[in-house]
């Protein structure tokens, strides 16, 4: 099951890389979305907001559980290869690096050749704050926090999931990532009732976030930017952000690029200031998205690579008892 394992990986991310996230396609974040959203019809209506909350982390995470380690079960029983295929297709839909790298190049193109409204109307495809009262700068540097952020929890933590558990925990996490990404607002709404997909999240987040930054200090340095500076800013001002796991990442992009991350943000007509993240060396421009992109899929191959590497190891430590493709 290890070189099965591993192959489905790979073929996973290629599947990614090739396809990406098709509009029109079924999809597994989609699916869990709606399972999300009609429990939050029911249990929003608990007196008790937070309880209710937690009833439906609870259910989601059991309900994905169940389904996705009983297909796997029930695939590798049948057949390995019907396994290697099953957990191919489940890794390549929780992988989002090609959607990452397009989206954000959307936003790329938008300001350069049509201007500062188009590139806000870009943003707010991939970015929770109001884009309204962003001017160029603040388009790139959102983009920039997006790439540096999603890195983490869209390619290293899936990838790292896929690696301990295979892709039915893969996309658990998915499950859980995406539950902080519809409920995970500190708003009137979701304060409360939000709190456990939060907390949830914040936990399956934290040693992938952790991992990502590293290799992204590497990978810094691969592409051409300085790995002191961003080793020096992750160590300084990882832990400023307002999230334990989203800090780590953006601290290393805005070390490498030389660059200033964070700062005043809308999100729902209300403004947020969070604290800076780097030194100002210069000021972003909209070539900062392209930087980061490759930071992006530098860390991603450093990562592929970590995976093969403790594959192969395992497989030389358990020997050769295991059926070969």
């Known amino acids: 099951m290890v070189i099965y394992a591993l192959v489905a990986i790979l ?5 990614d890389l090739l396809i990406g996230d098709p509009q029109d396609w079924p999809h597994l974040v989609r699916a869990q979305g709606t399972l999300i959203r009609f429990l939050e019809r029911f249990l929003y209506k608990l007196k008790n907001k937070r309880e209710g909350g937690a009833i439906l982390v609870f259910i989601v995470v059991l309900v994905n559980a169940a389904f996705f380690i009983g297909l796997a079960i029930v695939t590798w029983i ?5 396994y290697l295929a099953w957990e191919s297709i489940l890794g ?36 929770g704050r ?34 301990i558990g295979g892709a039915p925990l893969a996309a658990i996490y998915k499950a859980i990532n995406t539950m902080d990404s519809m409920l995970g607002y500190k708003n009137d709404k979701y304060l409360d009732f939000g709190r456990a997909a939060a907390l949830v999240d914040d936990y399956a987040n934290y040693l992938p976030s952790r991992l990502a ?14 790995t002191t500076e961003a080793w020096r800013v992750w160590h300084r001002d990882r832990r400023k952000h307002t999230s334990p796991n989203s800090g780590q990442t953006e601290a290393v992009m805005a070390g490498a690029l030389g660059i200033v991350l964070g700062g005043a943000s809308s999100y729902g007509g209300r403004e947020v200031v969070k604290p800076t993240l780097g030194d ?6 909209l070539e900062d998205i392209r930087r980061s992109q490759k930071i992006m899929w530098l860390t991603t191959l450093l ?9 192969v190891f395992l497989l030389l430590v358990i020997g050769s008892d295991v059926p070969s493709l």
């Not at 930054?213 to 300085?226: E, K, P, R, T």
């Open 78 to 82: 049948l057949s390995p290869w019907l």
């Open 303 to 311: 990562m592929l690579m970590l995976i093969i590497a403790l594959r």
């Open 213 to 226: 930054a590293l290799l992204m200090i590497v990978a810094a340095g691969l592409g051409g930017f300085s």
């Open 92 to 127: 390549w839909q929780v992988l989002a690096a090609r959607s990452l790298s397009r989206e954000s190049m959307l936003v790329y193109f938008a300001l350069r050749d049509k201007g500062l409204i188009e590139g806000r109307k870009r943003v707010s495809y991939i970015v």
């Open 280 to 285: 100002f060396r210069r000021p972003i421009e």
């Open 130 to 163: 109001d884009p309204t009262s962003l001017d160029e700068e603040g388009v790139t540097r959102a983009t920039v926090e997006t790439i540096a952020e999603n890195t983490a929890d869209g390619i290293i933590a899936p990838l790292f999931y896929m690696l």
């Open 11 to 15: 073929i996973a991310f290629l599947l």
